[in-house]
């Protein structure tokens, strides 16, 4: 089974940036849609942006104009580049694939994101 794992997590400052990553144990980027998401201490979990096979890239309202999906199939791995980070975007981040699975198997285990005021 393909294993996912997220990394790059850490402590910014408001207004920063960090870059995570989601690397994949096995060639499923170049097949199936990938999905970031987020969770935050008390709330529920929330889509941010999905990659498709093709490239192709949606983003919801809360993150569009600051974040970027970007994928390197060769590397097996996905990225987000957080961008004018702000405290409200402190949570774990997690990516998801396929898209819309929600076997534990389809999900990393996240990376901590917390960004300081």
């Known amino acids: 089974q393909v294993q996912l794992v997220e990394s790059g997590g850490g402590l910014v400052q408001g207004g920063g940036s960090l870059r995570l990553s989601c690397t994949a144990s096995g060639r499923i980027f170049s097949i199936y849609t990938v999905g970031w998401y987020r969770q935050a201490p008390g709330k529920e979990r929330e889509l941010l942006a999905y990659?498709?096979?093709?490239?192709?890239?949606n983003y919801e309202d809360s993150v569009k104009g600051r974040f970027i999906v970007s994928k390197d199939n060769a590397e097996n791995t996905v990225y987000l580049q957080m961008n004018t980070l702000k405290p409200e975007d402190t949570a774990v981040y997690y990516c998801?694939?396929?898209?819309?699975?929600?076997?534990?198997?389809?999900w990393g285990q996240g990376t901590q994101v917390t960004v300081s005021s």
């Open positions: 998801n694939c396929p898209y819309g699975s929600n076997l534990p198997g389809h």
């Open positions: 990659i498709r096979r093709d490239g192709s890239t």
